[in-house]
């Protein structure tokens, strides 16, 4: 109720706000500053992959038969990790009336025993547009993580399960898709899940773009001894869409908050008035932390 008068308020010019103020209380920078940049001289990532995803794949032959770097240190190769993120990966389904879709993707292979790996997924959003794109329950920053369990066979690697938040493990039948709902972006192994689902029948899926997503090298966020990916910056060039100023991969935030919230405004990046105004009174209303969604 306090957010819907105070909306009413600065709509109707009853109640002003200093936006430059509020980014200097929490961050010193005057609005519209953009942090700056450790990586501009990185390029792009990869494009993207074909449109297929087989629960089965092979594995690729060995480009060298020199030792490749293992900056991580768990046993894995980082040239493999890569491949395996790309073999492993699924195709996502978005619903047809999606209006926070921008994202990125950070991937962990994890060694989960002999010829036994757990790929880690989490995209990540600048906004969580609400049940049904609507706003109700959006908020800034989300994050949606999906666990693959694989192990290679005589056949290549098989993916043997798929876990997802509030749902019980799965293996794939044949191709390995999975649905986001719109605007919240909860993902579902079927569209028939999205419909009966913990949410009420509020999800909505299907009916938008299909995408096999691009893996970026960059997205490695290693083992928690040995972190690749760490802050989340503004890239001039490179794999992020929008730049998560502030953000972490492993931890709480520059900025020291517990939960993702996508760069909003306090911490250099979007989402306006309101952002300020919910952590002013310390008001959490973002996504889950992303420390949490890694094998350790």
């Known amino acids: 109720m306090l957010e819907l008068w105070m909306a009413a308020a600065i709509s109707t010019g009853t109640l002003a706000y200093d936006e430059a103020w509020l980014n200097r209380f929490f961050d010193g920078s005057a609005a ?4 700056a940049d450790p990586f501009a001289s990185r ?3 990869p494009a993207p992959l074909a ?33 395996l ?14 209006k926070c879709g921008e994202h990125d993707l950070l991937y962990q292979i994890h060694p989960a025993g ?34 693959v369990d694989a192990s290679l066979g005589e056949a290549g690697w098989e993916i043997e399960s798929v876990t997802l938040p509030w749902h019980s493990p799965f293996k794939p039948k044949g191709s390995f898709r999975l649905y986001l709902s719109e605007g919240k972006h909860h993902v579902y192994p079927d ?32 083992e928690a001894a040995h972190p690749l990916t760490t802050t989340l910056e503004r890239y001039k060039r490179g794999p992020w869409a929008d730049g998560y ?26 989402d306006g008035f309101w952002a300020k105004f919910r952590a002013l009174f310390g008001w959490d209303a973002c996504g889950d932390a992303l420390d949490g969604k890694w094998s350790r």
């Open 51 to 83: 449109l297929a995803a087989p629960a089965i794949v092979e594995p690729a032959a060995s480009v060298s038969a020199e030792p490749m770097e293992d900056a991580d240190e768990d046993g894995i190769e980082d040239a493999r990790e890569w491949e």
């Open 191 to 222: 569209l028939e899940g999205c419909m009966r689902g913990r949410f009420l029948g509020f999800d909505r899926c299907g009916g938008g773009a299909i995408e096999a997503p691009a893996i970026s090298e960059y997205g490695n966020v290693g």
């Open 245 to 270: 100023a502030m953000e972490t991969a492993w931890g709480p935030s520059l900025h020291g908050d517990k939960f993702f919230c996508g760069g909003d405004p306090k911490r250099g990046g979007r």
């Open 85 to 98: 993120a790309q073999l492993l990966a699924p195709v996502l389904v978005w619903a047809k009336g999606e």
């Open 43 to 45: 390029g792009d990532g």
């Open 32 to 35: 519209g500053g953009s942090p």
């Open 114 to 147: 002999p010829r036994r790996v757990r790929a880690t997924y989490a995209l990540i959003f600048p906004l969580d547009c609400g049940f049904r794109s609507s706003g109700f329950g959006g908020h800034a920053g989300d994050v949606q993580e999906v666990d």
